[in-house]
């Protein structure tokens, strides 16, 4: 590059459980600029999943993005005519920025009624170590396993 590096944005914690965590999962879960409504659907998802559980939802949520977060990724590499598939260790910003895309995408996916109450079985079948995230990071490590032969070509 050119230019010197930017500036990393300070992200103010969330004001129900202090964590700048769940501030970049509502940024992610927020469509068109809409901020109040990404909010008020975490925070809906976090009582409806407090009420189902009964555990700590905040708690629930960290076991969720720690299961659906992958640690290996595949990249395409050509090499002399043909295309590899190459295992790379992902950045530790990125292994979360992929885990909270994936619970939400899924999310959105699922069957239900209201976003909130699909983000919150999601994350529920997320913390248990099932769902449609988790199943996609087991795909993604199992993709990076068989293609672990190719490994050498990383750069």
Known sequence: M??????????APDPRFGD????????????SGKKN?????????M???AEKTGEDPHEVWAKALVN????????????????FQIPTEIPAKRKTSIGMK???RFSRERNGKG??????????????????????KEDTHRMAESNRAFAHFRV
Request: net charge positive; glycine share 6%.
């Open 2 to 11: 050119r230019k010197r590096r930017p500036k990393l944005r300070v992200i």
């Open 20 to 31: 700048q965590e769940v501030t970049k999962f509502i940024n992610n879960l927020m469509l």
């Open 102 to 104: 994936w619970l939400i």
């Open 47 to 49: 009582d409806l999943i």
């Open 68 to 83: 659906a977060t992958p640690q290996v990724e595949v990249r395409s590499r050509r090499i002399g005519g043909a295309t």
């Open 115 to 136: 976003i909130a109450d699909k983000l919150a079985n999601e994350l529920m079948a997320a913390s248990k170590g099932e769902g449609a995230a988790v199943k996609r």
């Open 37 to 45: 409504v990404a909010i008020g659907v975490f925070y809906e998802a």
